[in-house]
T-cell receptor, first 116, second 110 residues
Framework: DVKVTQSSRYLVKRTGEKVFLECVQD?????MFWYRQDPGLGLRLIYF???????EKGDIPEGYSVSREKKERFSLILESASTNQTSMYLC???????????????FGAGTRLSVL | SQQGEEDPQALSIQEGENATMNCSYK?????LQWYRQNSGRGLVHLIL?????REKHSGRLRVTLDTSKKSSSLLITASRAADTASYFC??????????FGAGTILRVKS
């Protein structure tokens, strides 16, 4: 079974702090994604990565950055946390290549971040 | 950008009844997926239907796809309390990205 592990389930940070959210997958997937989920808005893509050291902006990248130094690990960084970044953050991974299997994403359990 | 729009936003039914959720999307797709999310957890893939398929079954799940209307429906038959969750449709976007709708909250009362 694919396993996507997010380092924290709950996190409380202060405004202005630098925050690191870590995600690790064990299925050798090339693609990794960070989403944020807010009530009524569904999932919004922050950043994604197709390969090590590769990253592309999603729909809402402002205030965030990412790092992918190893294939299995994708980190989301809040450079200076703000209260409007209080949200549920979800990491996902998927296989690259031809066929529909590449579209199936496997998710971690999520990190609920509160910025005070 | 959100492509899939689920309907209804929330649904409450009795155990044993069928639950139907709908999804509409805006642009052409290669495939459409449905995911489930239990409260406070990540999403779990349920089923994928390709654009050239009209109907697909998996256990108690039945998915239909009408590409002419750009819509899909998810039917859960003989629902159980354990089916209580949020359900999302997702369409394939650029590259390997998915575009998710806002979801339908299903509550199954025992």
């Amino acid at each position: 079974d694919v396993k996507v592990t997010q380092s924290s389930r709950y996190l409380v940070k202060r405004t202005g702090e630098k925050v690191f959210l870590e995600c690790v997958q064990d299925m050798d997937h090339e693609n990794m994604f960070w989403y944020r989920q807010d009530p009524g808005l569904g999932l919004r893509l922050i950043y994604f990565s197709y390969d090590v050291k590769m990253k592309e902006k999603g729909d809402i990248p402002e205030g965030y950055s990412v790092s992918r130094e190893k294939k299995e690990r994708f980190s989301l960084i809040l450079e200076s946390a703000s209260t409007n970044q209080t949200s549920m953050y979800l990491c996902a991974s998927s296989r690259r290549g031809a066929g529909v299997a590449k579209n199936i994403q496997y998710f971690g359990a999520g990190t609920r971040l509160s910025v005070l | 950008s959100q492509q899939g729009e689920e309907d209804p936003q929330a649904l409450s039914i009795q155990e044993g009844e069928n639950a139907t959720m709908n999804c509409s999307y805006k642009t052409s797709i290669n495939n459409l997926q449905w995911y489930r999310q239990n409260s406070g957890r990540g999403l779990v893939h349920l089923i994928l239907i390709r654009s050239n398929e009209r109907e697909k079954h998996s256990g108690r799940l039945r998915v239909t796809l009408d590409t002419s209307k750009k819509s899909s429906s998810l039917l859960i038959t003989a629902s159980r309390a354990a089916d209580t969750a949020s359900y999302f449709c997702a369409t394939d976007g650029y590259g390997n990205k998915l575009v998710f709708g806002a979801g339908t909250i299903l509550r199954v009362k025992s």
